[in-house]
């Protein structure tokens, strides 16, 4: 099951140098100039998770295989994107292909690193990338509302379905509020999720500071901070500079790096789990011999879906799934113990997983 989370911002504000350390590659071009990323750069990364290693040496793993997100780095946007100025129209069709966004602001000074508006105001830059963005869904939902008219008249009811929600996206779109603001119901998720619009995706303000603000941000991120609680939305504090060096070291070099720079864990670590809390993701384990591995599923998600992210015949012909929390597979110290000890649950097609769950799942052919 793959989750995407799509880098964006203005140029020149650490985007492709974020992604680099991101995917301990050099594929993003990293340059001080306007659309240097011009094909969106995508990477895969491994989502941060010490439980993982706990229950492999515990079950006497001789693989580990983390669960991961895939970022992509996407062009730089200007104003009047949403017309198609810059690289508009590619930078919009990228982003309709994500699940959310990682909207890098810029919080640092610097005179060697030019700034598309010559300022430097983060939060100013964040309300220009989301005027574009509701202008592009703002001409999008006029245009779909139009092409439902016929439709409409003949009745149909997956029309008179979409004419609604997007009648409540435009009310929004019109008083200047993202399309995420709306409150939708239950049995209209689905269909919401496919109108594809580009403010209704969950936003991850990332503040790039300089490296002495690393530990604690700085007035710029604070403002950033400020901005992201009022939205009901999240931020991170990240050095994108000091991620890149880091990336290139060895993992004890790093710690020790880190320590020197009073930091008490990668701003990528922080960035990712934000980015998994976001998507509201959760992890399940399966344990064995062979391999340790995580598992990403949606927070809700039930036993039976669980199991069809492995395989889909998994799903299929779901009989039950042998279930032991993280904590009582660590206390009995593994699933013998914890077999001997009552811990180990039997559940069935109803179960809905728990983060952290070791799972073992029984199913027909």
Known sequence: MGFRMGI??????????????????????????????????????????????????????????????????????????????????????????????????????????????????????????????????????????????????????????ADRLLGIAQTLLEAGRP?????????????????????AKPVLYVCNVDEASAARGNDLSRKVAEMAEAQGAASVVISARIEEEISQLAPDEAAEFLHEMGLEEAGLDRLIRAGYELLHLQTYFTVGPKEARAWTIPQGTTAPRAAGVIHGDFEKGFIRAETIAYDDFIACGGEQGAKDAGRMRAEGKGYVVKDGDVMHFLFSN
């Not at 669960?67 to 919009?92: H, P, Q, W, Y």
């Open 8 to 161: 964006v911002g203005l140029p020149n504000v650490g985007k492709s140098t974020l992604f680099n350390a991101l995917t301990r590659t050099a594929a993003a071009q990293a340059a001080n100039f306007p659309f240097c990323t011009i094909e969106p750069n995508v990477g895969e990364v491994a989502v941060p998770d010490a439980r993982l290693e706990r229950l492999a040496e515990i079950g006497g793993s001789r693989r580990v295989i983390p669960t991961r997100m895939t970022f992509v780095d996407i062009a730089g946007l200007v104003k009047g994107a949403s017309r198609g100025e810059g690289l508009g129209n590619k930078f919009l069709a990228n982003i309709r292909e994500v699940d959310a966004i990682a909207h890098v602001l810029r919080c640092f000074e610097d005179p060697d690193v030019t700034h598309v508006e010559d300022r430097i105001d983060p939060v100013a830059d964040a309300e220009a990338v989301e005027t574009e963005l509701m202008l592009a869904d703002l001409e999008s939902v006029e245009k779909r509302r139009a092409g439902l008219v016929r439709k409409l008249k003949g009745g149909d009811k997956e029309a008179v379905q």
């Open 179 to 199: 399309a995420r603001q709306a409150e939708i119901a239950d049995e209209d998720a689905r269909a919401w999720k496919t109108l594809q619009l580009l403010t």
